[in-house]
Nanobody, 126 residues
Framework: QVQLLESGGGLVQAGGSLRLSCAASGRTFSSYAMGWFRQAPGKERDFVAT????????YYADSVKGRFTISRDNAKKTVYLQMNSLKPEDTAVYYC???????????????????WGQGTQVTVSS
């Protein structure tokens, strides 16, 4: 079993920055990829970014490309999401997720992940 704990959310003005963290723990941690998703009120959960744990390859949703950066610290079993130039439409609950098994492409769908965190609220004011 893998547990994920997100942190770093909060209230920020448009144009500001936040960095989210997601720390993984459990008796055995094995990850092929980790991802960030977000869900705004009344909307479906959307893919934000993913990183392949070993190689560090990354992939982003078009809506955040150039503004957000996903990274990981293998030793700390932590993945980060640096969010710059935030917009009010970035307001959502942000979730991190882990995919255990390899796939031949980037995992951008929630069903492709095995474990999820509880989420952290990000609110961007205009």
């Amino acid at each position: 079993q893998v547990q994920l704990l997100e942190s770093g959310g909060g209230l920020v003005q448009a144009g500001g920055s936040l960095r989210l963290s997601c720390a993984a723990s459990g008796r055995t941690f094995s990850s092929y990829a980790m991802g960030w998703f977000r869900q705004a009120p009344g909307k479906e959960r959307d893919f934000v970014a993913t990183i392949k744990w070993s190689a560090g390859d990354t992939y982003y949703a078009d809506s955040v490309k150039g503004r957000f950066t996903i990274s990981r610290d293998n030793a700390k079993k932590t993945v980060y999401l640096q969010m710059n130039s935030l917009k009010p439409e970035d307001t959502a609950v942000y979730y991190c997720a882990v995919r255990v098994n390899p796939i031949s492409y980037y995992a951008t769908i929630g069903a492709q992940y095995d474990y999820w965190g509880q989420g952290t609220q990000v609110t961007v004011s205009s």
